[in-house]
């Protein structure tokens, strides 16, 4: 019976947060994926596609310990709960009312000031309630709802942009929002026997390990966000119909959805095995792919964003779970160190690759993709040597 208890509240606990972080996910990549159907009607240009998007992961990034600190002191349900009711309204906001640039950037900045309380209040709720063999699963399942967002905005191109018009694909992300109700998330969050004590003996991590995780972190979203991006608008200018060029998006998020949960079930079923060399393997194989990006025989395209959104993107959840593990006195905090990496990378990875894309072509900014993934594979395994060296 106690078992069965268990399950059904991991069970509850994992869907929920992974919701809420879709939710609050979904409107930064749908405007990447509607950006030329929004400029038929609001103008602006490649580049300030890029600054919104940054907009929105700086704001995350800003709030990552912001949402540690809420997550604290209202408890992990709260902090979800008031984060995914503030995204809807963002997703609202700019379906409804939004009639410039500038009034889009102010929403999707509301939307990613919720990143933070979400994630920290998902470690928390993870380390609390989750038994330690299945919190590598759990975080890939949560970790899944970013791609999960991606593939959502992509299926939005030919689904309801085509047809109903791009607002109408904002209004519907808001119906996310009932799903994240007071039946799905836990109502209690205490430790589960004898965790604290064991916790408070652990040393906390050294500063070199966190800022590798940050920067590993960092480099990889800002590659996979600006693909996610940039993706559909560049395969069209490549010849790719917006149709199958959203169809493209909405796959290559759908491998990567994937690849999370898969590399989560493993990291449980190798425990207490290192995983980030795993993280920094599926960076490197990522880094293929916006090579293949850059060509224009659909065959090379198609592959290429299987690859850079497909593997280079199925690392995150591995990341959470070995900052948390080796933090495990302060989830909420190490998710908020993990949590500003990523925003920060997914904040400039938009805006750099939008500059390269309208200074030259697009060509150019995926070879810039390229080297950054690359970059984060080699920040994942100097972070791997730290952590074998302090044994921890």
Known sequence: MVMSMTRRVTVRATVATATALAAALVPVFLFGALSEQIRRDIAFDKA??????????????????????????????????????????????????????????????LAGATVGLIDTGAAQTFTDVVPTRRQGLAFGIKEGSIPAASMLAGGAVPVLALTAGWRSAFVATALLAPVVSAVLLPRESAPRPGQQRASENRARPSLRLRLLLAVGAGAGAGAATATATYMVPAVTNAGLSPGAAGTLLASGSACGIATRLLVG????????????????????????????????????????????????????????????????????????????????????????????????????????????????????????????????
């Open 48 to 109: 300030a596609i890029g600054i919104a998007v940054s907009v929105f992961f700086v704001l995350a990034a800003a709030g990552a310990p912001v949402g540690g600190w809420v997550t604290q002191r209202l408890g992990p349900r709260r902090s979800m709960l008031l984060g995914v009711a503030l995204a809807s309204t963002a997703s609202l906001g700019i379906g409804l009312v939004a009639t410039s640039w500038w009034s889009i950037v102010a929403l999707l900045a």
């Open 265 to 392: 079930w493993r990291a449980d079923q190798q425990h207490p095995a290192p995983q980030l060399p795993t993280a920094a393997i599926l960076l490197a194989i990522g880094a293929f792919g916006p090579i293949l990006l850059a060509q224009t025989h659909p065959a090379a395209v198609a592959a290429g964003g299987l690859l850079t959104l497909g593997i280079g993107w199925g690392w995150p959840g591995l990341i959470y779970l070995v900052a948390v593990r080796a933090d495990p006195t302060a989830p909420a905090a190490a998710a908020g160190t993990v949590l500003a990496g990523l925003s920060m990378g997914a904040a400039t990875g938009p805006v750099l690759f939008g500059l390269a894309a309208a200074a030259t072509d697009y060509s150019w900014a995926w070879v810039a993709t390229t080297a950054v993934l690359t970059l984060g594979a080699t920040a994942c395994t100097a972070a791997h040597h730290t952590k074998m060296k302090h044994g921890r």
